[in-house]
């Protein structure tokens, strides 16, 4: 998201979309994965869980998450 449209909903509002998306397809989880200067923490908030990272990609840490539905 660019700076100027976060907190205003957007992202978490893309999340539940996708989240419903994957329930009516009866997915059991949803997977994303995110770079260490990006929106870990958001993701945290919407409740997915680290599984897996990746140590210095392109001096960053790459991070996969996943949320149970």
């Not at 907190?7 to 509002?13: E, V």
Request: charged share 30%; hydrophobic share 35%; net charge positive.
């Amino acid at each position: 998201m660019d700076e100027d449209l976060r907190k205003l909903g957007y992202g978490k509002n893309l999340l539940l979309e996708a989240e419903k998306i994957a329930k009516g397809k009866k997915c059991e989880f949803i997977k994303l994965d995110t770079l260490s200067f990006q929106a870990l923490d958001f993701y945290k908030k919407q409740g997915f869980e680290v599984f897996g990272t990746i140590q210095n990609a392109g001096g960053h840490t790459h991070y996969y998450l996943k949320k149970d539905l």
